[in-house]
């Protein structure tokens, strides 16, 4: 079982940049489909990014799509979310997740088999 750990999260201003980053503990990353979600105050967690095991299989939801960059270094055991021309709407709790099947990730079907505790992100107006 791995364990994630995200970082980077803080706070930005409009328009700014931000690079989130997750860790896996453990030799079977390359194993796993990642993605991140996020969940705003009272508001429905919500799918951001998910890029498959090899990294060449990238999905975005469309609310970041050409905004956000998502890849992997397997070699690493890292994923990165690369937030760009951030919107005040960006702003939640970003967590990482992994499953062995894509889909879950990236069509919501099912539950992620792993979880980070999340990383908070705040975007100034």
């Known amino acids: 079982q791995m364990q994630l750990v995200e970082s980077g999260g803080g706070l930005v201003q409009a328009g700014g940049s931000l690079g989130l980053s997750c860790v896996a503990s453990?030799?079977?990353?390359?194993?796993?489909?990642m993605g991140w979600f996020r969940q705003a105050p009272g508001k429905e967690r919500e799918f951001v990014a998910a890029?498959?095991?090899?990294?060449?299989?990238?999905y975005y939801a469309d609310s970041v799509k050409g905004r956000f960059t998502l890849s992997r270094d397997n070699a690493k055991n890292t994923v990165y979310l690369q937030m760009n021309s951030l919107k005040p709407e960006d702003t939640a709790v970003y967590y990482c997740a992994a499953d062995p099947y894509l889909p879950v990730l990236a069509r919501g079907i099912g539950d992620p088999a792993m979880w980070g505790q999340g990383t908070q992100v705040t975007v100034s107006s």
């Open positions: 453990g030799r079977v990353f390359k194993n796993y489909a």
């Open positions: 890029i498959n095991w090899s990294g060449d299989n990238t």
